[in-house]
T-cell receptor, first 116, second 114 residues
Framework: SAVISQKPSRDICQRGTSLTIQCQVD?????MFWYRQQPGQSLTLIAT?????????ESGFVIDKFPISRPNLTFSTLTVSNMSPEDSSIYLC?????????????FGEGSWLTVV | GNSVTQMEGPVTLSEEAFLTINCTYT??????LFWYVQYPGEGLQLLLK?????DKGSNKGFEATYRKETTSFHLEKGSVQVSDSAVYFC?????????????FGKGTTLSVSS
């Protein structure tokens, strides 16, 4: 498994501002992902964070709104730009670990953002 | 395309009752299947997984068997506890543009009372 640390764990943000969420993993991983969980909803993949190149975004998510950095194999950031109340969500970092029984995806504890 | 369908909640049980949460999937190829649990106010934790047909994943008294013929991965527990109250998500691994990611069901809320 992996230990995944996210910062901040919670924040209350003003409308129109931007916030950067950090994700640190205790081991080198190839695949890192960012998910969003809106209140009472399931998880939706935002993007795959690629080390040394631009992130790969899922349909409905764009780089201008959710810029992602991945400078090395243990760290990534997600920025939520120009926030509105609709961006109030839990943002989760996740990593894929390759094991003897196949690949498993583990999650950080999430960053709970409320936009007011 | 790939999708996961879970039974709608909430599921309300008394302590020591038997639990089943249904999960069916649609996928191309042979995905791995997972159950994740989210306790109140916490992030997502992997509960169990199965990587091929007829595999049984188990953890903390929970079990699920990968049934290819019925495209199902139902979660079961013989005797639930109050501490099992949480939201349970069924998921499958799928290939996207960048590699592999998870497709989640909508989640099923379980509430266990003493």
């Amino acid at each position: 498994s992996a230990v995944i640390s996210q910062k901040p764990s919670r924040d209350i943000c003003q409308r129109g501002t931007s916030l950067t969420i950090q994700c640190q993993v205790d081991s080198q991983v190839t695949m890192m992902f960012w998910y969003r969980q809106q209140p009472g909803q399931s998880l939706t993949l935002i993007a795959t964070a690629n080390q040394g190149s631009e992130a790969t975004y899922e349909s409905g998510f764009v780089i201008d709104k959710f810029p992602i950095s991945r400078p090395n194999l243990t760290f990534s950031t997600l920025t939520v730009s120009n926030m509105s109340p609709e961006d109030s969500s839990i943002y989760l970092c996740s990593v894929q670990i390759r094991g003897s029984s196949g690949n498993t995806i583990y999650f950080g504890e999430g960053s709970w953002l409320t936009v007011v | 395309g790939n999708s996961v369908t879970q039974m709608e909640g909430p599921v309300t049980l008394s302590e020591e009752a038997f639990l089943t949460i249904n999960c069916t999937y649609t996928a191309t190829g042979y995905p791995s299947l997972f159950w994740y649990v989210q306790y109140p106010g916490e992030g997502l934790q992997l509960l169990l997984k199965a990587t091929k047909a007829d595999d049984k994943g188990s953890n903390k008294g929970f079990e699920a068997t990968y049934r290819k013929e019925t495209t199902s991965f139902h979660l079961e527990k013989g005797s639930v506890q109050v501490s099992d109250s949480a939201v349970y998500f069924c998921a499958l691994s799928a290939f996207n543009q960048a590699g592999t990611a998870l497709i989640f069901g909508k989640g099923t809320t379980l509430s266990v009372s003493s």
